[in-house]
């Protein structure tokens, strides 16, 4: 049986809400929990029996996707008392693991998008006779990542901090999330205290001679550690860029979700998807945005790669650019907020309060 780990906790995750006082998995992207793409895409791929390592209260999951049933897998719930990091989450549930010392464990990060090819992940391990095999993508600015060099037959040959200076930079290659672990590696990881996977775990096997394998896979790949970056992912999702078998209804240039409803002369495009009991009144223009459940944006506001948090009110006329409103927060009529301005769950702005371009 193939089985995987996936790892949805850490100190950040809870603290930094994006709209909400969900944690990010739980967050909708195209329709359903972020969560749910990852645990299709997982199954697509072959996998049945999936550990969840978390370090909020099992209870946030457990209501949503039960026993796992519903999409084909069987999922187990293992809840750390203290966060301990990637590495130790990954030991914490050696004992979940069914699979026999030298069989393959697919670890996915839970915080990432992609169209990897996983079947080809873990088929380069079993080719390679690796101890782990990483996914490694390809990024234009490698500066705000640790670096994975390879050599030629793709064998990893150290793991480098985030570069500092030009020459530091000698790939573009970078850790992208998705590791497939020969089970006794797992047990070999300390356990009861915190360890990460990138800082000790890895340079740690490199050093005592284990076999790391790189797979460079330069399919779609978002890191979804900022609001932009999500609505950004759930957007890609409608359109059909980032694939997931549990995006509902077709690919195109909105999601309407049931019981939502918008104005005839509304325009949504760019993958937007306006959630449950949302409405979307005359002449608004919404683009690849994202609002939740029972939010209202009022007569011809103008809404582009923002969130709109569940049941808050956009006005009439605001333009929203790179926005996130958090959950029930009014924004009157006629305001005007840009780049990445959050707006806190439950606050209030008046109408005219805010604007960046002139007031002609
Ligand atoms: P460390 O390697 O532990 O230092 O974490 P990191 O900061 O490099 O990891 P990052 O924050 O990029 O998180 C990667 C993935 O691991 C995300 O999906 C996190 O939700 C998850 N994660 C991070 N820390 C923990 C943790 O302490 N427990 C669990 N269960 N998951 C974690």
């Known amino acids: 049986m ?3 780990i996936l790892l949805v906790g850490g100190k950040g995750t809870r603290l930094r809400p994006m709209t909400v006082h969900t944690p990010k998995p739980m967050v909708p992207a195209a329709g359903v929990p972020f969560l749910t793409h990852q645990l299709a895409r997982a199954r697509a791929a072959g996998v049945e029996h999936i550990v969840l390592a978390t370090s909020y209260l099992a209870e946030v999951f457990e ?4 026993d796992g049933s519903s999409l084909g897998l069987h ?3 293992v809840t750390e008392r203290e966060p301990l990091g990637t590495g130790g989450a990954i030991r914490n549930v050696a004992s979940r693991l069914r699979s026999g010392p030298d069989e393959p464990v697919l670890i996915f990060n839970g915080d990432i998008l992609t169209g990897l090819d996983i ?3 873990v088929d380069t391990h079993e080719t390679s006779g690796a101890d782990v095999s990483l996914h490694l993508t390809r990024v234009e600015d490698p500066r705000a990542f640790g670096l994975v060099p390879t050599d030629p037959t793709g064998r990893v040959t150290a793991f480098l901090e985030k570069p500092q200076t030009p020459e530091e930079i000698v790939t573009d290659q970078i850790n992208a999330g998705a590791y497939v672990f020969r089970r006794s590696v797992i047990d070999t990881i300390p356990t009861g205290r915190p360890v990460s996977v990138e800082r000790e775990t890895f340079p740690e096997l490199l050093a005592t001679g284990a076999h790391l394998q790189g797979m460079v896979d330069s399919t779609y790949w978002l890191d979804l550690g900022t609001p932009q970056a999500f609505v950004r992912g759930s957007a890609d999702l409608v359109l059909g860029r980032a694939p997931s078998p549990a995006v509902p209804g077709r690919r195109g240039d909105r999601l309407v979700l049931a019981g939502a409803t918008v104005a005839e002369d509304a325009k949504l495009t760019g993958g937007t998807v306006i959630g449950t009991g ?8 919404i683009d690849g945005s994202v609002v939740l459940d029972g939010a209202l944006v009022e007569a011809g506001a103008v809404v582009t790669d923002s969130l709109i948090g569940a049941g808050a009110r956009v006005g009439a006329r605001t333009v929203l ?3 996130v409103i958090g959950d029930g927060a009014r924004v009157g009529a006629d305001n005007e907020l840009r780049d990445g301005v959050r707006v806190w769950c439950g606050a209030r702005l008046p109408d005219g309060a805010v604007r960046f371009s002139s007031d002609q």
């Open 119 to 121: 079947p080809a992940l």
């Open 278 to 285: 949302a409405t979307v009144a005359e002449g608004a223009r």
């Open 321 to 323: 650019h790179g926005a």
């Open 75 to 77: 999922i187990e719930y």
């Open 63 to 66: 209501p949503y996707f039960g």
């Open 2 to 4: 193939t089985e995987a």
